[in-house]
């Protein structure tokens, strides 16, 4: 196909193109972006396409282009922007809790760790499959070579000794 074929393909096209990026986007400076967007796609693989099977192959490099945008990271955050759904930088720091209930947490997290570490078997293994390593029953029965069963009453009762353990050594805490 020749560049003078091809501006004909453009001139002839362009409307169809327009339309279906606008139909995805509802935004008519996108639509013509994406519309760009396919027609220099479709030059770049100008002799990709059949003779004669220009129009459907133009429509599918568009709607193509309009959902790759639609998918993109890029258009998530700006749309999620627009409708307000990202607080501004001001509101997220005045939910963040303070430094110091930071720090009291993370050393409650690492008490409640290393009171996992330190139950005795047969709930050691489990305990740490579970609470530790987040896998489900089923990856810890197969792993573990026993029935599911016994695997969700070992986690039950290391719940038990792990709560008692927690009350016990802070008065508060529970695990769950």
Known sequence: MTSDEFSQLVRQYERLVYTICYQF????????????????SAYTHRDDCPPGSYKPWLARIATNKAKDYLKSAYHRRVSAAEDGEMPAVADVLNTMPPPED????????ARIRDTILALKEPYHQVAVLFFLEEKSVDEIASALRR????????????KQLLQNAIERGNGHGIVQ
Not at 27 to 39: I, K, N, P, S
Not at 102 to 109: L, V, Y
Not at 147 to 158: E, L, N
Request: glycine share 0%.
């Open 25 to 40: 986007t509802k935004d008519h400076q996108l639509a013509e972006d994406l519309a760009q967007e396919t027609f220099l």
């Open 102 to 109: 930071i720090t009291i947490a993370k050393d409650e997290a």
């Open 147 to 158: 029935p599911p069963k016994t695997v969700h009453t070992q986690i039950y009762r290391a």
